[in-house]
């Protein structure tokens, strides 16, 4: 499974970096390559679901998602994150401050970005 990938969703272009099953370590990997991809696209032209579903965060996740959060924020529009776990959902309040304003937390991805395109309003028409 590719971990940062571009879905499209209705029309709209989603990057959706996927950190399902990972371990800990594999998490800052993923985190570090979705900051990389993102941060290579104009700013605020971003959709983005972050998912973490059974993703095992180990020491210093906390650090790492306000690492990711800093690098993308300037070229993010709305941001969701899939499959918060109780423990995960703990982290996920406590950095929340450091995260993209619009960010929202949602149980499966399609509601993710059914919600992501709906942010995004109509298509801009030339």
Same mark, same amino acid.
């Given at each position: 499974?590719? =971990?940062?990938?571009?879905?499209?969703?209705?029309?709209?272009?989603?990057?959706?970096?996927?950190? #399902?099953?990972?371990?800990?370590?594999?998490?800052? #990997? #993923?985190?570090?390559?979705?900051?990389?991809?993102?941060? *290579? *696209?104009?700013?605020?032209?971003?959709?983005?679901?972050?998912?973490?579903? =059974?993703?095992?965060?180990?020491?210093?996740?906390?650090?790492?998602?306000?690492?990711?959060?800093?690098?993308?924020?300037?070229?993010?529009?709305?941001?969701?994150?899939?499959?918060?776990?109780?423990? *995960?959902?703990?982290?996920?309040?406590?950095?929340?401050?450091?995260?993209?304003?619009?960010?929202?937390?949602?149980? #499966?991805?399609?509601?993710?970005?059914?919600?992501?395109?709906?942010?995004?309003?109509?298509?801009?028409?030339?």
């Amino acid at each position: 499974m590719e =971990r940062v990938r571009v879905e499209m969703w209705l029309g709209k272009r989603i990057v959706v970096v996927d950190g #399902t099953d990972v371990t800990g370590e594999e998490y800052a #990997t #993923t985190l570090r390559q979705g900051s990389a991809f993102v941060t *290579q *696209q104009p700013p605020n032209s971003i959709l983005l679901a972050t998912v973490v579903t =059974r993703a095992r965060f180990g020491a210093g996740a906390a650090e790492h998602i306000k690492a990711y959060s800093r690098a993308i924020r300037p070229f993010v529009t709305a941001s969701a994150v899939v499959g918060l776990s109780p423990l *995960q959902r703990v982290i996920f309040s406590a950095v929340r401050p450091f995260l993209h304003a619009t960010v929202r937390d949602f149980a #499966t991805l399609d509601e993710a970005k059914g919600w992501l395109v709906a942010a995004a309003g109509p298509a801009k028409t030339p």
